[in-house]
């Protein structure tokens, strides 16, 4: 029972820092944390992933998210922490 807790745990972490990445990226990029799977695997076709299949630099534009956004992806974050502290 304890091992289910723990990796039930885990799963959680893992999941609040997905949606965190997701959260703080802007709409037109990958996450920081699959830009290199997507570099390797596909060359950097970033546009795929919305339905176009055009290639598309790997570094388009700096706009960033919304200050809310940013935010709710720090709280994540820091949820994920506790989580993983307690």
């Not at 091992?3 to 965190?20: F, G, K, N, Y």
């Not at 700096?62 to 922490?81: E, N, Q």
Request: proline share 6%.
């Amino acid at each position: 029972m304890n091992a289910a807790i723990q990796i039930a745990r885990l799963v959680a972490i893992l999941a609040l820092l997905c949606v965190a990445a997701a959260i703080a990226t802007p709409k037109d990029r990958i996450p920081l944390a699959f830009r290199g799977l997507a570099k390797m695997l596909q060359g950097c076709k970033v546009a795929e992933f919305q339905g176009s299949s055009t290639l598309q630099p790997c570094n388009p534009g700096t706009l960033k998210p919304s200050a809310w956004k940013r935010g709710l992806a720090f709280l994540l974050v820091i949820l994920a922490i506790i989580l993983s502290l307690i």
